[in-house]
């Protein structure tokens, strides 16, 4: 029987361990504009969010994740990444990874590698159960900034189920 | 054509085994499946409570129905068709004095515990079930003794009533007795509790029951593998479990039922076999158990259940209790030394069946079920089809190690070495 090529150590990398061990972004926001919670029910990971805007640009977020290592490294990235983006570029960013995950048709205008260390979770790809994971914070954000563009505010829960919020 | 017990019989083990636990260098030998390596390292399965493993008889009885006398049962009045339909009608005797001796014709084929206990819920169950009726449930139930219910519930206008149980996974006696009212026409509860591995008092809880004339099912699913049950002792009305879990294939399960309830109960599902006289206008039902047993059943299925009970009944179920017994224990005993492990369920051996569920301070039960998967030790990690009793311990997901009659204490011991590995690993 023919065993897919499996490296632990792909999966965990050190700066993911390291965001996991000392999350960024986990901050209490005053008067969010957005509020967001999202879950991963096959594995339990739940993470909340809270955006300030500025018009379209995030101008802060507060990200706390409980879940596993996956799910909160790449919570923790995005909210080095987001902080002053816009919603059209956080949309195409979220795209650029969640192709980095899949395989799908990456977006030439992204480079993932100017992106704090979001490039590590390329190893996930190894372990598509765990794409999920990290992609859980994604789905939030994304789903949370286009209710927001639609004029809607207040939280509802995003799983992971919701593809159609990271397109 | 041989007789069926000759047939049956598995000669891999000779009895008699005098050890008061089991020879397991000896059963090992029987399972291919342990020869598997995992990511370079010997598999060490410890999941045994989502399914078991299976012996070569087992992996055998399958092939040889299919290479030598595979036929539809029932129907036919041909050779292979009587040899089918004997082979398929001794297994189910075989598991009718399996769990005590009931009637034949009180034991119904189905594909597994969770079809056992549906059929249930939407034959008697919407039968009887009203609105200001109380269903009475634990708070250790399974998804499948639990969503039918909740649906019954909605559909009819009924109420669910939960028995709580204490801090180490026992149940509550008090709250069981105080919950279960005269306003309860059904308690339905499970033997052994697939998170917490509490073994649940049958008998008293039927005496409650009793007290209103209430009905109570049980969903045998963890028990049954672990140890000597005798339904018609315990009592109950209904009583649910699974081939696969106890060395059989998937796919197969057994309902017991009273017969006076299956007598009075319509038809589940519609079809074939379940019928007398049918013409365009209307169809007669057929005698129990047929009654509930609409189309083709899984017959290979059926009949290698048998060869598992065989296999089983060689190492006695004293035997078998004994070794998980003494496995529980040595896992119990070690993550009481470790602090920065929590588990859940009784912390006595004697009470605490099969399934050790726990949580590993700093490391997700995700993370830890990969790491461990890496070093080829399998256990499992989630909600276990238990979402709320699982939230209810302040977890998302816990992992658990569950044991059966292959594994080894040398196997526990990797275990916790994995663990302490993880945690240097995920926590440093």
Known sequence: MLEKEHDLGELYREIILDHYRSPRGQKEITDPDIVNEGQNPVCGDEIEMKVRMKGDIVDDLGIHCAGCAISVASGSMLSEIAKGKSIPELKKIAAAIKAMLTGGEVDKEIDLGELSDVEVLEGVRQFPVRVKCALLAWVTLIEGLERYENGQSGSEAATTDDRSAVD | ?428
């Open chain 2, 1 to 428: 054509m041989s007789h069926p017990e000759t047939r049956m019989k598995t000669d891999v083990l000779r009895p008699p085994f005098v050890s008061e636990t089991l020879d397991v260098e000896r059963i090992r030998k029987d399972f291919p499946i342990l020869s598997r390596r995992v990511h370079g390292n010997p598999l060490i399965y410890l999941d045994s409570a989502a399914t078991s493993q299976k012996p070569q008889a087992v992996i055998d009885a399958l092939s040889q129905y299919y290479s030598e006398y595979n036929a539809n049962v029932h129907r036919g009045l041909h050779t292979l068709s009587e040899e089918a339909t004997a082979q398929f009608e001794f297994a189910r005797k075989r598991v009718a004095e399996w769990v005590g001796g009931v009637g034949l014709d009180e034991l119904i084929y189905t594909k597994g515990t969770t079809e056992s206990i549906n059929l249930v819920a939407a034959t008697w169950g919407e039968q009887n079930i009203q609105k200001g009726d109380r269903i009475v449930l634990s708070r250790m139930e399974h998804h499948a003794n639990l969503i039918p219910w909740l649906r019954l519930a909605e559909k009819s206008g009924a109420e669910i009533g939960y028995i709580e149980h204490h801090s180490d996974g026992t149940l509550d006696m008090d709250s069981a007795a105080s919950v279960i009212d005269e306003r309860t026409k059904l308690v339905a509860l499970t033997h052994v509790s697939n998170v917490l591995g509490t073994v649940n008092p049958v008998k008293e809880v039927v005496a409650l029951a009793r007290r209103f004339g209430a009905v109570i099912l049980v969903d045998g699913a963890q028990a049954i593998p672990h140890f000597s049950v005798d339904i018609p002792a315990l009592g109950v009305d209904f009583y649910a479990f699974s081939a696969h879990k106890m060395l059989g294939p998937t796919g197969v399960g057994f309902l017991f039922g009273r017969r006076e309830l299956l007598e009075s109960m319509p038809p589940y599902q519609a079809g074939g076999e379940m019928i007398r006289l049918v013409t365009y206008e209307k169809a007669t039902w057929a005698d129990l158990p047929q009654k509930f047993e609409a189309g083709t059943p899984n017959i290979a299925d059926v009949i290698a259940f048998g060869s598992a009970l065989d296999y089983l009944e060689q190492l006695g179920m004293d035997s078998v209790r004994a070794h998980d017994k003494m496995l529980v224990g040595k896992t119990l005993d070690a993550f009481r030394d470790m602090e920065w492990v929590t588990v859940y369920g009784p912390d006595n051996p004697e009470l605490h069946v099969g399934a050790v569920s726990f949580d590993v301070e700093g490391i997700h039960p995700h993370d830890l079920s990969q790491f461990l998967d890496s070093k080829g030790v399998a256990i499992r990690a989630g909600h276990h089809c238990a979402q709320p009793l699982v939230k209810s311990l302040g977890m998302g997901s816990v992992s658990r190690a569950s044991y059966y009659i292959y594994n080894t204490l040398e196997e526990v011991d990797t275990l916790i070495d994995s663990l302490v590995e993880a945690r240097k690993y995920f926590v440093g």
